[in-house]
């Protein structure tokens, strides 16, 4: 090998790191920061205009109709977390604790609770689209079919039951993604700590809040803060399900549909704005990146304490 | 403790009936009802007519009637959003494993200056939703040139799974033992050669874990060909498959035949590899 | 290893990417990729008459389309020679200043062009057309022949007609109408569609002169008008998408469809069997003016900066003659911007005897120029209106005061 071993090393040691670096850089680093520079300026089209300082900001924060849409799509996050929380954590770690016991049959529903998890996101989205629809959908005929014609309703158009339905769908699509993380934590409890604890309670109860739950809340961590980003980036489901304008009457307008319809622009808008568009995603991504982190290190700690 | 234990006495009804063990075999078997039945109701949907999906949706058809799939398959460019997707995933996951050990093996076997930063550097990458730099990624791409390329989405996809793959491989590769290495060094095997053939091999379980990571949300990604590529022959199968729910809005039989089509290959590598999948997936919340 | 991984990649991307285009030839983009054969016909009838010249038809995706446009004009990639769209979506290209400008010296034939057609592809600040406008699309009511002769039905006069008849194909068990509002520009189409001889030609001249706004009793009537009749839409139309909608009328489910004339050809290809008659939604009374909803959906422009003006601005001046209308309306069966077209398709023929009496469809032709865009705003008013969350003077007062963010006669 030519050269000092040292500076060879060097070299090698350059050659492994410098190529992936250099790609995160470039289509990470580079990207996000100019998210951040965009939304100072003015756009026509995709051509960057002058400095404006915070007038984007503003625009999206304190201007009507931008004000109203933003707190609309905003407020409809916020609940889709909580209820995703409940329906998709909650239930996940119900599922993992029953799976835990090991009884007969639970490989098998270990694989089908988590089946959906791999399918792709649009293919969700169409399954129960065609589920929900008024006149042909299974879940209306199986109403009409067992005498329940008057539960029959039109889910997706109606401003009480759309943003709930597509939760549902969401929560069958993921729901085993928490159970089998919850079930690993679960499964790396040593034995003799639970045979102390069985010693000393009969209560279910007590097992799951004294042990299981400590046990497992590096799990939670993660799965609380990947729900978080998740559900502040909502774009998919909503999407196939009711389409860019979050219908009925933008009931289930969510920030990252709201944020493409700003920057892209819809059949209906008037066009694209890259600069109310970059202001979202910068105001969006701060917001994440504040209560990622303070999840993160609140729930860090308490982990640490017990 | 009171009130939690008293809520847990009341529950003594069904439990006594049941036995606890009773109760939760029957949250599960309802739980696997309610996952599976969805994908069994468009399995059956596929070989049905509209007036049989309408009138017994849950009912068992003749699966001889193939008429739906042949019709996704030769009136559809299934096929080709097929291939596409598989090139695309396909090219993915070799860049995202060969740079991804690269880095990792630096961070994990060798001692310099600002390894921790390099480390921290693509950590940092783990949690950022890219979907929100898709304004500055769209002009990225553009000045480029490789928008309306699949070339664009690959770069894209590396720069998504980098992060975690560099995560997983890092961790691994710190656990295997000095001994192999240190001897061959002796017998003065260049570094490369070190790597290459000694150290790889034992990284491939790895190697698997961080592939299916990565695979599943490549493979099911909709947003950035959403943004990136407008040509049909170009378009990755969830694209693909917006397209063409939009022909065939009038024939549900059909509709259910594209998503069982598209959903069938992830399906079946999933029934086969199911532990794979489900610790790859896993791997990184799991702590 | 990874050299030949990476080339591999890079090889791969290359193959991907479109081959460039040759520089003797002009390029034509468009959004029509299921009329890319009648385009190349057309393009070969040029290309006959004019020898050396060669144009290549290349087609994008509707949706974003303007997105595409705009990135490639914008990166100095754009074609010689494109379509575009109208009014709002026409001028956030042209303003760029990517089109080239058109007038009687370059193209001379658009001076027969009607006031309106001509409208919507000229830019209001500076009263410059950009564009060849190719076709317009009316909004009005469709029905099924069959099912209506088997009913005794005949086109209605007034609006009690209208119910009358409504109410009898839900007495004989078929949907009066087919139209679902789940997707949010159905709800638009609803309003031009039924509710335009409502409102009535005095209340647009009013609302263009400054006289009058959304609050309207005209406009507010006729909003009252559309929910009553909505009664007549299918169970849970509310949650019933476009596509569900088409469906259940090209199936003969359905009675009536309220849409666009371009939904004709759609029923056609689906049910070649039905036979189909249109008409314009009555007003009040048997003696108001009948009007349908009338807007143009595109037009073709040049590049202001092709390398071949001269032979892009000759095709521009072929797609605006009477030969390529007459072959346009004959192959692709829309009405044709151009001047004195006739139509074989009798169909077509009635919608053209239907825009002579047309008020425009008002939000995408007036108010899709800032934001929030009237569409935008009225699709989801009337989502509320329709789900039974706001009244019809609530919905007139809502549209005029978020107009007024940017609407100048509206601001008080």
């Known amino acids: 090998m030519p050269g000092s071993p040292l500076v060879s090393r060097r070299l090698w040691i350059s050659a492994l790191i410098v190529p992936p670096l250099a790609f995160v850089a470039l289509f990470v680093v580079y990207p996000i920061i100019s998210a951040f520079a965009y939304a100072f300026f003015h756009w026509n089209g995709l051509a960057r205009g002058e400095f404006v300082g915070f007038a984007n900001f503003y625009k999206v924060l304190f201007t009507q109709p931008y004000a109203d849409w933003t707190v609309n799509a905003f407020l409809h996050n916020v609940w889709v977390f909580f209820a995703l929380m409940v329906l998709q954590n909650g239930l996940g770690f119900l599922l993992a604790y029953c799976l835990w016991r090991e009884l007969p049959g639970a490989a098998f529903h270990r694989i089908s609770v988590f089946l959906p998890v791999v399918l792709s996101t649009i293919i969700v989205g169409f399954l129960w689209k065609l589920f929900l629809h008024p006149l042909f959908g299974v879940v209306n005929i199986s109403f009409r079919g067992l005498g329940l014609g008057g539960l029959a309703q039109p889910w997706l158009g109606q401003d009480s039951t759309a943003l709930w339905s597509l939760i549902i769908a969401n929560a069958w699509h993921m729901v085993g993604f928490p159970t089998l993380v919850f079930l690993a934590g679960m499964q790396r409890i040593p034995g003799e700590i639970l045979d102390a604890v069985r010693m000393e309670t009969e209560s279910e109860w007590t097992k799951i809040t004294k042990i299981v739950w400590p046990l497992v809340a590096p799990s939670a961590t993660v799965v609380f803060t990947l729900l978080f980003v998740g559900s502040f980036n909502w774009f998919e489901i909503p999407y196939v399900m009711v389409g860019l304008e979050g219908s009925p009457h933008g009931a289930t307008d969510v920030l990252g549909l709201y944020f493409y319809r700003t920057a892209f622009g819809n059949m209906s808008g008037s066009g694209q704005d890259f600069g109310a568009g970059s202001a979202l995603a910068v105001l969006i991504f701060v917001f994440i990146a504040l209560v990622a982190g303070i999840i993160t290190f609140k729930l860090r700690a308490r982990e640490i304490q017990i | 403790m009171n009130v939690a234990s008293q809520s847990y006495y009341d529950r003594r009804g069904i439990l006594a009936a049941l036995g606890k063990d009773g109760l939760i075999q029957l949250i599960l078997i309802l739980n696997t009802a309610v996952m599976l039945a969805p994908i069994l109701i468009m399995l059956f949907a596929a070989f049905k007519t509209n007036a049989q999906i309408f009138q017994s949706p849950f009912g068992i058809p003749d699966f001889s009637n193939v008429a739906n799939i042949t019709k996704i398959w030769n009136e559809t460019n299934f096929l080709r959003y097929l291939m596409n997707s598989v090139i695309v995933t396909g090219s993915s996951i070799v860049v995202i494993l060969t740079l991804g050990t690269m880095a990792a093996y630096a961070v994990a076997r060798y001692k310099f200056w600002g390894a921790s930063f390099v480390l921290m550097f693509f950590l940092a990458g783990l949690t950022l939703p890219l979907k929100l730099a898709i304004i500055p990624l769209f002009i990225l791409m553009r000045d480029l040139g490789i928008l309306n390329t699949q070339l664009s989405l690959i770069v894209i996809y590396v720069a998504m799974g980098l992060p975690t793959t560099v995560f997983i491989m890092t961790g691994f590769i710190r656990t295997l033992p000095n001994e192999l290495e240190d001897a061959a060094r002796m017998d003065g095997a260049s570094e490369p050669r070190i790597m290459w053939s000694i150290m790889l091999p034992l990284v491939r379980p790895a190697m698997v874990i961080a592939g299916i990571q990565n695979v599943v949300p490549i493979w099911n990604d909709f947003f950035f060909p959403l943004i990136f590529i407008q040509k049909d022959k170009l378009k990755t199968l969830p694209q693909g498959l917006t397209t063409f729910m939009g022909e065939y809005t009038t024939d549900w039989g059909v509709l259910f035949a594209g998503l069982l089509l598209s959903s069938a290959p992830v399906i079946i590598v999933y029934i086969i590899l199911s532990r794979q999948f489900i610790n790859g997936m896993t791997a990184g919340a799991v702590k | ?412």
Request: net charge neutral; aromatic share 12%; charged share 20%.
């Open chain 3, 1 to 412: 290893m990874k050299k030949l991984v990476c080339s591999t990649i890079v090889a791969l991307g290359a193959l991907a990417t479109a081959l460039p285009a040759m520089a003797q030839e002009l390029t034509f983009w468009s959004w029509r990729q299921e009329d890319k054969a009648q385009y190349e016909k057309f393009i070969d009838v040029f290309e006959a008459k004019n020898p050396g010249i060669t144009v290549k038809f290349e087609t994008f995706e509707a949706t974003n389309y303007n997105t595409i446009l705009s990135t490639a004009l914008a990166g100095g990639s754009g074609p010689d020679l494109m379509f575009t769209r109208t009014y709002g979506g026409m001028e956030t290209v042209a303003s760029g200043g990517y089109l080239l400008a058109l007038d009687k010296t370059n193209v001379p034939a658009l001076s027969t062009f009607t006031a309106p057609a001509l409208a919507s592809e000229t830019m209001r600040s500076n009263k410059t057309t950009y564009a060849v406008p190719f076709a317009s699309q009316t909004m009005l009511v469709i029905y099924n022949k069959d099912i209506f002769d088997k009913n005794g039905l005949s086109e209605p006069q007034s609006w009690d007609d209208f119910i009358k008849a409504s109410e009898k194909l839900k007495a004989a068990g078929v949907m009066p109408f087919a139209n679902g509002t789940a997707t949010a520009w159905q709800n638009e189409v609803v309003v031009g569609g039924l509710v335009s001889s409502i409102m009535g030609r005095s209340f647009y001249d009013d609302l263009m002169a400054g006289k009058a706004d959304f609050t309207d009793k005209r406009y507010v009537g006729a909003l009252t008008k559309l929910k009553e009749i909505t009664k007549y839409f299918p169970d849970g139309f509310i949650g019933l998408d476009y596509a569900s909608a088409q469906q259940l009328f090209s199936s003969g489910m359905a009675g009536m469809f309220v849409g666009g004339s371009y939904e004709l050809a759609n029923f056609k290809k689906q049910n070649p069997n039905m036979k189909m008659g249109i008409f314009a939604a009555p007003g009040l009374k048997a003696e108001d003016e009948k009007l349908v909803a009338l807007y143009f959906d595109g037009g073709y422009a040049a590049n202001a900066k092709t390398k071949n003006k001269e032979a892009a601005v000759k095709f521009l001046n072929f797609l605006a003659s009477q030969e390529f209308g007459q072959m346009f309306a004959n192959d692709l069966n829309n009405i044709s911007a151009v001047p004195g077209v006739t139509f074989k398709e009798p169909l077509l023929g009635e919608v053209a005897d239907l825009n002579k009496h047309s008020i425009p469809y008002l939000m995408l032709v007036h108010f899709r120029y800032g934001e929030p865009s009237g569409s935008v705003l009225l699709q989801s008013e009337i989502q509320k209106l329709l789900g039974g969350k706001a009244t019809p003077e609530e919905v007139g007062k809502n549209l005029t005061t978020g107009l007024a963010a940017w609407y100048a006669p509206f601001k008080k």
